[in-house]
């Protein structure tokens, strides 16, 4: 699949921008201090206006932009659908949540709120990853690993944030980072489960049976309906060297999962904790991108075995 | 005159889509919102019936039409995309004269006066002093009636249209042997064939009828088997697929004849009543009767009757006649029937299964077993149809009996220079088998069969320059009399057709115009008439030569070639080489029609012909060819176009269709004539034809009642109709010739009896292939030695969805093939290195060329194929200078040479079938070789870009 | 509504069967879409360079060339592909927009290209290829099935089919209702085991495709064999001694 910059943009930023509202929701749940009024607000203003970002980087890859509103519509059955109608709700309960915060720390009204940031937060993210996972033809993101992994990615990515904040408004990551580190080793152990699963995977189909042939009925290639390359091509025949692909996992790996964990230990043993937590950051951002390219770039669609690929 | 600043080619914008058609052309019916217009296709030479729809005075959609012969409803690829060719940049658009060097593409726009001015001046001098120098060759051309009129007329025998470089092996082969031919004058029993054979049929010859005939016998469950190198197109869906070694079928054919005489499994009962199987042949070696037919007193041939025990003319009725034996004539000397000839030869051990399998690179296992399948569907699951007839011996018959096995063959057979024998076998196979015009076999189209071989001697020039031809140009020779030689046994024709070099080329040698020319020079040649053909590119053998010559000039810098001009509708590479181009319309702007005198759409159910209707109205200033060459006809003041006084009798085309009489009541449309629109063949011109096609759909068909459907060479009923009709002069049987003695005089000439004389140096060539039984040899150029260097067949087809060069303008045809691959087997890409997409060295003795490579299975293993005609040169075709048919689509002609190996000159052989004269494409041997790795991605040889550039003076622009 | 239409049992299932036996790879089908489709009511199908370096352009039908068997025994398989028109179509129930719809009626799948904001999620949710994104419009095309052919009245009943089978000169493509078990086309899947393409993937096209076979004819056992030899012997010498009426 090709790696469009905008669904890179999209998965990345409001995973960051929803795995922090989701902390900051479960902070004041769990009852936050007073003092960290200034920060849950700051918080979730900068989650909304990551998720913001996020959302208008979407609708760049959309053929009609002006048509974006029609996307709410479907929430039945899309989960395209749902992820913007999700998205949307979350705005008035990261406001709501924010305000009640900052009105009344720590009351029952701002607690509760936090409960339902988190929750719409974590639904965002499952609406976004269930729009790859509920993919048939791709067999890279329809599996059991996907939606756990967004999840997974986002709460980490947001913790690395969390800590950053934190460490802003309290010279200290403290928990946060915690929070970071977990996320980071969950994410790197979801990541290697993700890759040894699709690794593992047999091709989900084969040509004969794409043309309708017996299974098993050996079948190649001869001509292509058009010599020039295609639509299909373009966007589902996205290939990538195995030598490029596995180098890229080991950025991946190193700078998206192994740094932010060290970054976030040494911010929790409060090691330059503002240097360490906003490097776990940027390390983060930064290999987490490079995750997200990988995922749709070795990400096979059925469509291109009609094109002699294997799937 | 200020010249404006050069320009490409005017062209229009590329539409968004086949939507925004007619951006220069607009409708020429009412406009109403919606409107349909019933016309012929002519996005290749099928003549398929369209359906038009034009909305709002633009081309909306073109589809088959369902009450038509041809296609009954259904269109192909290049007959859809007929709307984007309306709007193709390459549209020529106004007269041109050329003002750079030939070849640079240099023009100026002139008015359509001062071309006709130029180009009557030049043609009235030429017919004062010497018509001959005048060649007119016109390439897929559906006008040959009116062309090769004109060229009669004009008194020049140096005409001929394409079919020397397509298939005159076919129609030459056919006529002389069963009077009629494969695709233009016969078609499958697709009714009724239970094992159809396809020999070299692969895309081609011919599109949609094929199809649906096979769509037919595939419903029905029918075997179909195809002999071809290559398994695409219809080999593909084949139930049986024979990778046979190109130029190897004839013998692959004996070997089938070989099996069946063998087990005795042949028709002899058709072949005593329906050929000359048993015509006694005179044996009497050195003589100068030796090998012809021997006749009595009255000149009919003889036969030898078992039942007296004497001879007896071949033709009686009830007679017993001897298929074997030798017998003695009343002269004393001895004689043999044919086919005791044949049967010895196709016996001989040399043409079992076994001693030709490996050349042919198929298991002899496979051709006894194919040559059991024939047997058994010829002979015990025969066709019976319950229909009366009565044979032209006066015997009726209750049922007509049928052999279901139907044949096909085409350019894979016609394009070696062994073809004309091989299709010759493959008509003594079907003879054999009792499959000609019967039910389940291979059918004639009316208004074939025509009595052996099938025409008039060709023409020659009789009385002062500008007298016409006694003749048509082209013609059928049928022995050393007929030919266009001079005293020395030399050719008068530029192209050497009809010469001891290519005595049958009925169809002309068009590939070896502009070499001939050329070595020729002005004394023989002043014009080059030139139209819809692609003589500079993919028309021609080795087209860098041929470029080469077009642009040669003498000591004084004047060109070899005096003059060309050049009639079409688009900007081909043909075009630059034009002192004078002639614009053409495209098929939707103009009246055509598709004649009985020419290449009908006549079916075995009846004849049947066709029209064109200009549906747009072009806004470029160009002209019908066919408008034009009768205004030049008129103008020149020739015969059938001017009247007495020198007055043109026609103002068009159309005109000449409706009015034009080649005799007395024949004339180019044989459908409504009379003055009551009734005629059906004969009769007076109708005013009133043109509309009467019109309202029946574009065409006219007439159905032959059932009685005359089948036997129509021995059926009296359809003998009778045919004579009235038109179609043959005289309602006597047509004996099929399983033996040809008009090969045989010739090789008697060639052994130096009679009057005409071969010259000494092809003497020996004439006598070897001259053989009035089919014999194989192997391909000349192939059989020349080359030590093992080019071990590998190469050969063409041509794409489903392209024809030649007319695809590549086409903005949608060009996306399914802007490109092309050599093909070969994965085996021997594997020995040889190649994977997909190398890049590869394909090399000839005469030259190479660098292409990419695909693997495939389904192909001879020692052959490499390519489509045709997709490489084009820069600045063709109105295609952008990064076109990828310029960048990596080739031309395999590039490495054809036109001439035999190791000659060159006037001496030298063309590289064609001796017989014939057919170019023969196929014959190639290559050697492939892996390119460098770090070779530029592009093919070579890559000529020079040459676009058209136009200067255009403010008046005319304005 | 991208939810899928309930349909009853009694609702048509219009659809195409192609017969890979017969087609020739002729691109005749495709063109002929092309052709009635742009000027239609689909609206203009895009090419892009028509006339330069990367030709391309919208299609709504692709036709293939594959080889299958073994090298000794290899049989080019020509392959049109086109949308199958789903029972299970995930290109609709996952279209954010009601853009996608199946249609209740005879379960044409479609495309409303005034509500398509082009995402592109429904070409994702298609194993088949058959969605084909108009860069010009910047919405999803498909193939209509030609609905604005099969539902004319002014046309004769005929010519009531999709252009791309009234116009396949091998007559490989058959049109008709697959829920109507006596229709043409359920016949053909019957007598010839239509197939589905890529069946384990659950999307139940209702296009059905006729695999390529093999006519084979038996023959008896040889009269005579191997007796090759100069001149006319065995069988044939047998058969020339037979009486002959001329």
């Given at each position: 699949m090709r790696p469009a910059a905008s669904v890179l943009l999209l998965t990345t930023l409001t995973g960051f921008a929803y795995g922090l509202l989701t902390w900051l929701g479960l902070y004041v749940a769990a009852g936050a201090p007073p003092a960290a009024r200034l920060l849950v607000l700051a918080g979730v203003g900068v989650s909304v206006i990551l998720a913001t970002l996020g959302l208008i980087a979407s609708t760049l890859h959309l053929g009609r932009k002006e048509r974006a509103w029609r996307a709410f519509s479907q929430w039945r059955s899309s989960w395209l659908s749902r992820e913007g109608l999700a998205a949307v709700l979350t705005y008035p309960i990261a406001l709501a949540f924010a305000w009640a915060q900052y009105r009344a720390p720590g009351s029952p009204a701002a607690r509760s709120l936090g409960v339902v940031a988190a929750l719409a937060s974590l639904g965002t993210v499952y609406c976004t990853a269930m729009i790859y996972a509920s993919l048939k033809p791709i067999r890279q993101w329809h599996n059991r690993h996907t939606a756990p992994d967004y999840l997974i990615y986002a709460l980490f990515s947001g913790a690395t944030l969390f800590a950053l904040l934190h460490t802003l408004a309290f010279g200290t990551a403290a928990l946060a980072a915690s929070l970071a580190a977990l996320g980071a080793f969950g994410a790197l152990i979801a990541k290697l489960a993700y890759w040894r699963h699709v690794d593992a995977q047999s091709p989900i189909a084969t040509l004969a049976s794409a043309i309708g042939l017996p299974e098993g009925t050996p079948a190649r290639p001869l001509d292509a309906p058009h010599f020039t390359e295609n639509f299909i091509l373009r966007e589902m025949g996205f290939q990538i060297a195995r030598r490029h692909a596995a180098k890229l996992r080991r950025i991946a790996l190193v700078v998206g999962f192994a740094l932010p964990l060290l970054f976030s230990l040494l911010a929790q043993l409060g090691t330059f904790p503002l240097a360490s937590s906003s490097l776990a950051v940027a390390c983060a951002a930064l290999g987490l991108l490079t995750e997200r390219w990988l995922f749709f770039a070795q990400a096979t669609h059925v469509s291109a075995l009609y094109y002699g690929r294997t799937v | 005159m200020t010249g404006m600043p050069p320009s490409v080619i005017e062209g229009v914008e590329a539409p968004r889509s086949g939507a925004a058609a007619g951006t220069d052309s607009e409708s020429s019916l009412p406009l109403s919102s919606k409107s349909v217009a019933y016309t012929t296709c002519y996005m290749c030479a099928c003549r398929c019936g369209i359906k038009v729809h034009l909305e709002n005075g633009r081309l909306r959609y073109i589809e088959g039409n369902r009450n038509h012969p041809i296609n009954r409803g259904v269109l192909c690829a290049k007959g859809s995309a007929g709307i984007m060719t309306a709007v193709s940049p390459a549209r020529l658009t106004t007269p041109l004269k050329r003002v750079g060097p030939r070849g640079s593409g240099s023009f100026e726009a002139i008015s359509w006066d001062e071309a006709m001015r130029i180009v009557t001046e030049r043609l009235a001098a030429i017919r004062a002093s010497d018509p001959s120098r005048l060649a007119l060759f016109t390439g897929r051309d559906q006008s040959q009636s009116l062309t090769g009129h004109f060229a009669r007329m004009f008194g020049t025998i140096n005409y001929a249209a394409h079919g020397g470089f397509c298939s005159v092996n076919m129609a030459a082969a056919g006529l002389y042997s069963v009077g009629g031919a494969f695709w233009e004058f016969g078609e499958p029993d697709w009714e009724y064939a239970q094992l159809f054979l396809l020999f070299?049929?692969?895309?081609?010859?011919?599109s949609n009828p094929i199809k649906l005939g096979l769509s037919r016998l595939k419903a029905r469950g029918a075997k179909i088997v195809s002999f071809n190198p290559v398994r695409t197109g219809y080999s593909a869906i084949a139930d049986e697929f024979v990778a046979v070694t190109p130029g190897t079928d004839g013998l692959l054919v004996f070997a089938l004849i070989h099996c069946l005489l063998e087990a005795g499994r042949i028709d002899t009962e058709f072949l005593v009543r329906y050929t000359n199987a048993h015509h006694l042949v005179i044996d009497d070696a050195g003589g100068a009767e030796h090998g012809l037919i021997a006749r009595n007193a009255q000149g009919s041939e003889l036969a030898f009757d078992r039942a007296t025990g004497s001879l007896a003319s071949a033709s009686a009725t009830g007679i017993d006649p001897a298929l074997a034996g030798t017998f003695v004539l009343p002269d004393g000397r001895h004689a043999r029937p044919a086919f005791a000839l044949l049967a010895e030869r196709y016996l001989a051990a040399e043409y079992a299964p076994e001693a030709v399998a490996e050349r042919c690179g198929v298991a002899a296992a496979t051709i006894r077993r194919l040559a059991d399948e024939i047997a058994e569907v010829a002979f015990n699951q025969p066709v019976v149809l319950e229909q009366p007839w009565t044979d032209a011996a006066g015997r009726r018959h209750t049922h007509m009996v049928g052999r279901p096995v139907a044949i096909h063959a085409m350019r894979g057979i016609s394009a070696h220079s062994n073809g004309f024998h091989t299709c010759r076998a493959i008509h003594v196979l079907q003879m054999l088998l009792g499959a000609i015009d019967t039910p389940g076999s291979w059918r004639y189209k009316s208004p074939y069969p025509k009595p052996i071989p099938g025409g008039l001697p060709p023409g020659r020039a009789a009385g002062a320059p500008g007298a016409p031809l006694t003749?048509?140009?082209?013609g059928c020779p049928t022995g050393p009399q007929d030919l266009l030689v001079d005293a020395q046994g030399e050719a008068l024709r530029l192209d050497r057709a009809f010469s001891w070099e290519a005595p049958l080329a009925i169809h002309g040698l068009m590939h070896m115009v502009i070499a001939r020319a050329f070595e020729a020079g002005p004394q023989k040649i002043d014009t080059l008439f030139f139209f819809m053909s692609n003589m500079a590119w993919n028309s021609a053998m080795n087209p860098g030569e041929s470029i080469r010559m077009l642009s040669a000039t003498d000591e004084q810098g004047e060109y070899r070639i005096p003059f060309v001009v050049v009639a079409d509708a688009f900007a081909s590479e043909t075009v630059a080489y034009a002192d004078l181009v002639l614009p053409d319309t495209t098929y939707l702007e103009r009246y055509d029609c598709i004649s009985l005198l020419d290449r009908p759409i006549g079916s075995a159910h009846g004849p049947g012909d066709a029209i064109r209707v200009p549906v747009l109205k072009p806004k470029r200033d160009v002209r019908p060819f066919q408008d034009v060459i009768i205004e030049i006809a008129g103008r020149l003041g020739l015969t059938d176009f001017a009247d007495a006084q020198g007055q043109p009798l026609y103002h068009s085309y159309a005109d000449y269709i409706v009015r034009h009489q080649r005799a007395a009541g024949i004339g180019p449309l044989a459908g409504f004539r009379g003055a009551d629109g009734r005629g059906i063949g004969r009769g007076e011109p109708n005013p009133e034809q043109l509309r009467r096609y019109i309202e029946n759909g574009g065409f006219w068909v007439h159905h032959l009642p059932p009685e005359q459907l089948y036997y129509k060479f021995a059926n009296q009923a359809y003998l009778d109709g045919a004579r009235a009709m038109g179609f043959i002069d005289s309602s006597a049987p047509i004996v099929l010739q399983l033996y040809s003695e008009p090969l045989q005089r010739f090789r008697l000439a060639a052994e130096g009896h009679g009057a005409h004389l071969p010259p000494q140096r092809l003497r020996e060539r004439v006598r070897r292939y001259f053989d009035p039984l089919p014999i194989w040899y192997a391909p000349l150029e192939q059989a020349a030695s080359h030590d093992g260097r080019y071990p590998l067949h190469a050969i063409t087809q041509r794409p489903m969805a392209m024809y030649h060069s007319w695809g590549s303008h086409n903005a949608w045809l060009r996306q399914i093939l802007p490109e092309n691959r050599i093909y070969l087997h994965r085996e021997l890409a594997a020995e040889l290195g190649i994977e997909d997409e190398d890049w590869v060295w394909v090399e000839s003795r005469s030259g190479r060329l660098k292409a990419r490579a695909r693997t495939m299975?389904?192909?001879?293993?020692n052959t490499v194929w390519t489509w045709n005609a997709i490489g084009k040169r820069v600045g063709a075709w109105g295609l952008k200078r990064e076109a990828p048919e310029f960048r990596r689509g080739f031309l395999l002609n590039h490495v054809i040479s036109e001439f035999l190996p190791d000659e060159r000159g006037e001496a030298a052989h063309s590289n064609?079938?001796?017989?014939?004269?057919?170019?023969?494409?196929?014959d190639l041997t290559v050697r492939l070789e892996r390119c460098a790795p770090d070779t530029p991605d592009e093919t070579a040889p890559r000529l020079g870009a040459n676009p058209l550039r136009i200067k255009r003076h403010t008046e005319s622009a304005a | 509504m991208t939810m899928l239409p309930q349909r009853g049992t009694e609702a048509r299932k219009m659809g195409l069967v192609i017969d890979l036996d017969t087609c020739?790879?002729?691109?005749a089908c495709a063109v002929n879409c092309k052709e009635w489709n742009t000027g239609g009511e689909a609206g203009i199908l895009p090419d892009y360079d028509p006339y330069g370096e990367k030709p391309d352009g919208v299609w709504f039908n692709r036709i293939h060339s594959y080889e299958t068997g073994t090298d000794g025994c290899a049989r080019t398989v020509n392959f049109p592909r086109s949308c199958l028109h789903c029972e299970n179509p995930l290109c609709v129930t996952v279209c954010p927009t009601g853009a996608s719809f199946k249609r209740a009626e005879d379960g044409i799948v479609l495309v409303d290209t005034d509500l398509c904001i082009g995402c592109k999620l429904c070409s994702w949710a298609c194993p088949y290829g058959a969605r084909e994104f108009d860069e010009q419009s910047g919405v999803m095309r498909k193939c209509t099935l030609c609905i604005d052919r099969i539902y004319d009245d002014s046309l004769p009943e005929a010519e009531r089919e999709p252009a791309c089978v009234a116009t396949c000169p091998a007559k490989a493509r058959h049109f008709g209702?697959?829920?109507?078990?006596?229709?043409h086309v359920s016949k053909l899947v019957a007598q010839r085991g239509g197939t589905d393409l890529l069946p384990e993937l659950g999307y139940r096209p209702t296009n059905k495709y006729l695999p390529p076979r093999r006519a084979q004819i038996q023959t008896a056992p040889r009269e005579t064999c191997g007796a090759a030899g100069q001149g006319i012997g065995g069988a044939l010498l047998r058969l020339l001694d037979k009486a002959l009426s001329r």
């Open positions: - | 070299g049929v692969a895309e081609d010859h011919d003749a048509a140009p082209l299975s389904g192909v001879n293993r064609s079938d001796p017989v014939t004269g057919q170019a023969a494409w196929f | 020739v790879g002729c691109h209702d697959l829920a109507d078990p006596d229709s």
